[in-house]
């Protein structure tokens, strides 16, 4: 089964179109999505809806939590906050339906989709150093993990590996589990502009990070239309 797994949209409707148009010229059985499809930017009713139509699973990320009301938004930043106030302005009440609907963790095969840590999903802890990991580890019940939440892509293995994804059976009896970050769509943060998403082939247990070039100009330029932070747009052209 190959999956195609896409985190942290925020409301970037081209990039994520882009993605989409990729993941169509691949040969995918399952299109997973690990929330945060909203906040930061300008096109979050269409993002959900995309989401809503096209994914075969997905969960909810700490911006969609915050929208709902479920999470409180002194937990964001100014610019989080301000995003989520003008987001809360023009998302239906069928579009916040489906985000409340959205589980903060779910299993499909042997993998976990999960925003934040496994450990506490609700807690949105940033899996940023080893002792994180581990703790993610230890509550981990299957063999693969794909998280979002910090925008930058790396896999770690139980074995405190970096990036250097193989079955999880292992090799010469040496088994390993995978927490495997998949990037941000929307919104990348690792000094690469182009969204990011990963193909993970649970039968031939390979792992790819794809990245797919999009309208940065369009979305920054959509972002300043909203009258959303000015700051939001500038860091796209970046990737930070
Ligand atoms: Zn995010």
Known sequence: MRFAIISDIHGNLPALEA????VAELNIDALCCLGDIVG???????CIRLVRDRCTAAVKGNHDSGLLGESSLDDFNQL???????????????????????????????VTLVHAS????????????????????RALTTDICCIGHTHVPVVIGEDLSINAFRSPQGVDGHPCRFLINVGSVGQPRDGDPRAAFGVLDAAAWTYDLVRVDYDVEGTAAAILKAGLPEALARRLHRGV
Do not use: K
């Not at 106030?85 to 409340?100: D, K, M, N």
């Open 19 to 22: 993605v989409l148009s990729r």
């Open 40 to 46: 930061y930017g300008p096109f979050p009713e269409e």
């Open 80 to 110: 989080g906050q301000r995003a989520l106030r003008w987001t809360a302005g023009v998302v239906s009440q069928e579009g916040l339906a489906f985000l409340r609907e959205l589980p903060l963790v779910t299993t499909t095969g042997p």
């Open 118 to 137: 496994p450990a506490n999903p609700g807690a949105w802890t940033y899996v940023l150093t080893m002792d994180v990991a581990a703790e993610s580890f």
